[in-house]
């Protein structure tokens, strides 16, 4: 009896927050795909029965710095390469999530579930940043740090940069050279984050230092790493937020 009352009550819950998510959702572009808040995540990962598969779109490296208690790695550029990833049932209620809502790895990864014919899938969009911030529970690897604030520059600003003190900054695109191939910020060199540190010696440290991925993840691990290194002028600038705003793009 106490049985079907605990179920009972995990099913009213799930249905709690499914009542909100077409409100939320309305702000996906990837159709058949709904997201969910960090609270109603949180929710549905405590009540639902089977629980959700929970999949971090993210590089493997960033995963394993920290990823979402649960969670388990498909990075999208795998996934594209290879989608039986998934899992065989296609009725199993996915939730894809990656580095907020300026990274479209999960939206990637959720509309090719949705054209693989998984009828339940859902997007994390707050994704990993606000997660920790708002002290969920997480695993962290050897490598964690608590992040700190990083030194940001708004495209406006970087490009001031650009033009007035060209001799005075290091533009480093930190993604994948595919990425980097596909098109970058003009003047950038690129340093993958899978090898940062390595491929670092060659940034002179009189320079600023200017460390940019697609959303943020990579750069800001980047970032840390040269801190640690003991590099006295670093910020991040974001690729999206370039390209949003019409900037020019060098392939």
Not at 5 to 34: N, T, Y
Request: with cysteine; charged share 25%.
């Amino acid at each position: 009896m106490m049985m079907g009352i605990r179920h009972f009550c995990s099913i009213v819950a799930v249905l709690l927050v499914m009542a909100v998510m077409p409100v939320l959702g309305a702000e996906q572009p990837v159709a058949g795909v709904k997201s969910i808040s960090t609270e109603q995540l949180k929710l549905l990962l405590e009540t639902a029965r089977p629980k959700p598969l929970l999949i971090d779109a993210r590089n493997p490296e960033e995963y394993e710095e920290v990823h979402i208690k649960g969670a388990i790695n498909i990075p999208i550029s795998k996934l594209e390469k290879d989608p039986s990833l998934l899992p065989a049932d296609r009725a199993h209620k996915l939730v894809f999530y990656c580095n907020g809502v300026k990274c479209g790895k999960s939206k990637k990864a959720a509309k090719l579930a949705v054209e693989r014919g998984y009828g339940d899938v859902l997007i994390y969009a707050e994704g990993m940043p606000v997660w920790e911030e708002k002290g969920m529970p997480i695993y962290a690897g050897a490598s964690y740090e608590k992040r700190v604030e990083t030194s940001k520059l708004s495209p406006k600003e970087l490009k001031t940069l650009m033009d007035t003190k060209p001799g005075t900054l290091v533009i480093v695109d930190v993604r994948d050279k595919s990425e980097f191939a596909a098109g970058h910020i003009p003047g950038a060199i690129n340093i993958p984050a899978t090898n940062f540190a390595a491929g670092s010696g060659v940034l002179e440290k009189e320079k600023r230092i200017v460390v940019y991925c697609n959303s943020g993840g990579r750069s800001y691990n980047a970032y840390r790493k040269l801190q640690k290194l003991a590099y006295p002028t670093i910020s991040q600038a974001i690729f999206a937020d370039w390209e949003f705003e019409g900037l020019p793009v060098e392939k």
